[in-house]
């Protein structure tokens, strides 16, 4: 039988993430995995669950059941998925770029575009344009800032010419 340590590895592989970005998205400190043994608390196992709610809190800490739940969320992957629902085995295509699909746990799929040309969420869109606008502002002022070390670093090489 494995380990919870082995179960949050297999975990993390099927997520393609990492350790310091999972213990980032959970809340918990960089070496948390490495320091896991036989047991975990029940505030960080909470933390890990509100993260990532697919993941079976069962399953992790005893091995009994399924890794990912019930109505999980599939995102941008490719390929294909099954999923037990209800004792019914569920073959699910994977969605196009820029949808996901939500596998509710009565096994009804519902699709949702994520591209942001789709109107009919303007308040996200209106955010990430400002998103983008801050960024660019803030490029900006780094470039600026460069500059101006830049002009300063040339400044103080004259100076140790002329000595």
Do not use: H
């Given at each position: ?63 009994e059941g399924n890794m990912i739940n019930s109505g999980m969320i599939i995102g ?88």
């Amino acid at each position: 039988m494995s380990t919870i340590k082995e179960r949050l590895t297999d975990f993390l592989s099927y997520k393609g993430i990492g350790q310091i970005k999972f213990a980032e998205y959970a809340g918990l400190s960089r070496g948390f995995v490495n320091i896991l043994g036989d047991g975990i608390s029940s505030k960080s196992l909470n933390k890990i669950s509100k993260a990532f709610p697919e993941l079976n809190t069962l399953w992790l800490t005893t091995g009994e059941g399924n890794m990912i739940n019930s109505g999980m969320i599939i995102g941008e992957n490719k390929g294909n998925a099954a999923q037990n629902i209800s004792g019914n085995m569920v073959n699910v295509t994977m969605p196009e770029s820029g949808t996901q699909k939500i596998i509710k746990p009565t096994g009804e799929v519902e699709i949702q575009r994520l591209d942001p040309s789709d109107k009919s969420n303007p308040g996200e869109l209106d955010r990430l344009q400002q998103r983008i606008q801050d960024l660019e502002r803030i490029i900006s002022e780094k470039d600026a800032t460069i500059k101006s070390k830049d002009d300063l670093i040339c400044v103080l090489k004259d100076m140790l010419n002329r000595q």
